[in-house]
């Protein structure tokens, strides 16, 4: 077994993000920076996600997988507003090896089928962004603003049997939050999935982990606000771009709810725990 | 002069090889321009995407005539993913379709009875097992048993096993990570996206070209 672990990098006007649950984006500083720290540490793969391209209709981050390529040699999944053959090329060939939907897949299911043929399976994850609502999960889109009436688990295999070559699954109720991921759907999601998946929100500990991976059989996590916080770049706030909530970052000060983990720390625990084969490749 | 010509036939992640070739210090071209080619002291030929397509696109540009020629004069050959499959006799993807036979053997799809259909396709960090056989001019000479970043469906069936370099496993079946022959080397594997023991051979071709002129 081997779990990949991932940087989840959110993209806001090239601004580096992250919000609790979607919302409230603080700007934590230049996405590149921390790209590069997550690649010194050991990183197995790089998530950019443009939060706004979806809602605005625009995806603009070409410039920084670019900039990106430059120095960090893993593979790089990038979404955010995709919905054309047109932008998939394009961010093929600034530097990017996969690329993960969401809205335009529930919006015209038929878009993850297009997408497969042109591009193959191993090219196109789909992403899953949900909420529980009473006791079921319901998706949701635009970066979490749109409800749709789509059960997890039904989409999930709809997006597998569709051709998609591997999912990225958001609790959005525990994005942000430190408190761990939804382990009910983790179990839930492991019973009922065949293709590979990479689980994202919450996690902020060693416990977290061993308990999602107690729970599912990932095939990576992604992280974001655990490694973000553990290595903030305080130099940024002396050359901020003056765009989107900057307080925190120029406050320069660290935030309680998460400790200081590195991803090598996080590897050697995998290799104690459950005894993965992890080198790294820092 | 470039040192090395990336291939351009429009198909896979060429910017990723560029900057790695860049961060090494190598002098690289994107291009598919005859004379460019012609006049590199190596070529790489990457590729990702459908084997059929890349034949045809290939072909369209003349690039195969410049990649032979490259090789009659037993210059250094790179081939990364697809672009090591393009080496060999035939591939099965779609359809039968002829490579470029500089090398015998077939491309074949990954078939496992464990899993799923969806499961058919190889993507992920794997480890790579060295052959056991020394060569100073190997791009993997620095390296041991390395997980490697591997993106792909299809595997190359080698005639002459003495020319893989590394092998690899998908499930239970073992495969051609690498082969060497020659001048000629080639990788399954992305070895600009397999973090810095990736980058490493791209340093050890760097030191290959460099001791070339001498």
């Known amino acids: 077994m081997y779990l990949r672990i991932i940087p989840k990098l959110d993209i806001k006007n090239q601004n580096l993000v992250k919000g609790v649950q979607l919302e409230g984006l603080r700007v934590l500083g230049d996405p590149k920076k921390y790209a590069e720290n997550y690649y010194q540490d050991g990183a197995d793969e790089i998530i950019y996600h443009d939060v706004v391209a979806s809602l605005y209709q625009r995806n603009n981050i070409s410039s920084l997988i670019k900039r990106t390529s430059e120095n960090v040699f893993l593979p790089m999944l990038v979404g955010g507003g995709i919905n054309n053959k047109k932008q998939v090329e394009e961010i093929l060939r600034s530097g990017a090896d996969r690329i993960f939907i969401n809205t335009a897949a529930l919006n015209n299911p038929k878009f993850i089928n297009e997408i497969v043929n042109s591009f193959g399976s191993s090219t196109l994850v789909v992403s899953i962004e949900f909420v529980k609502v009473g006791s079921n999960y319901l998706c949701r889109k635009d970066f979490g603003r749109e409800e749709t009436n789509k059960d997890l688990i039904s989409w999930a295999k709809e997006a597998q049997d569709r051709g998609a070559g591997e999912l990225v699954l958001t609790s959005i109720d525990s994005d942000g939050t430190g408190k761990g991921f939804d382990l009910n759907a983790a179990e839930l999601i492991s019973k009922n999935i065949k293709i590979p998946f990479i689980l994202n929100g919450g996690i902020s500990s060693l416990e977290h982990i061993n308990e999602v991976l107690n729970a599912s059989n990932p095939s990576g996590l992604a992280i974001g606000s655990m490694l973000h916080y553990s290595g903030l770049d305080k130099n940024f706030s002396k050359t901020l771009l003056p765009e989107g909530n900057t307080e925190f970052i120029k406050k320069n000060k660290s935030y309680k709810n998460f400790g200081s983990l590195s991803i090598q720390d996080i590897k050697k625990s995998l290799v104690k725990k459950f005894k993965m084969e992890h080198s790294s490749h820092a | ?214």
């Open chain 2, 1 to 214: 002069m470039h040192d090395v010509a990336i291939i351009d036939y429009n198909m896979g992640n060429l910017f990723s090889i560029d900057c790695a070739l860049k961060f090494t210090g190598l002098n690289s071209i994107i291009t598919n321009n005859l004379d460019e080619i012609e006049n590199s002291k190596c070529i790489i030929l990457p590729g990702v995407g459908a084997f059929p397509e890349a034949m045809k696109r290939l072909k369209e540009k003349k690039l195969d005539t410049a990649i032979y020629n490259f090789n009659l004069k037993k210059k250094p050959i790179v081939g990364i993913c697809l672009g090591m499959q393009l080496l060999f006799t035939s591939s099965y993807e779609n359809t039968a379709t002829k490579g470029l036979g500089i090398l015998e053997g077939e491309v074949k799809k990954f078939t496992t009875n464990k899993k799923t259909e969806n499961h058919v396709f190889n993507v992920g960090w794997r480890k790579i097992s060295l052959s056991k056989k020394k060569d100073e001019e190997s791009l993997l000479k620095n390296l041991g048993e390395e997980k490697m970043y591997f993106i792909h469906s299809y595997h190359v069936s080698v005639k002459d096993k003495n020319i893989e370099s590394s092998s690899s496993q998908f499930y239970d079946k073992k495969f051609t990570a690498s082969i060497k022959k020659e001048n000629i080397q080639a990788f399954q594997f992305h070895p600009e996206k397999s973090g810095k023991k990736g980058i490493e051979i791209y340093y050890s071709l760097k030191k290959y070209l460099n001791l070339l002129t001498v």
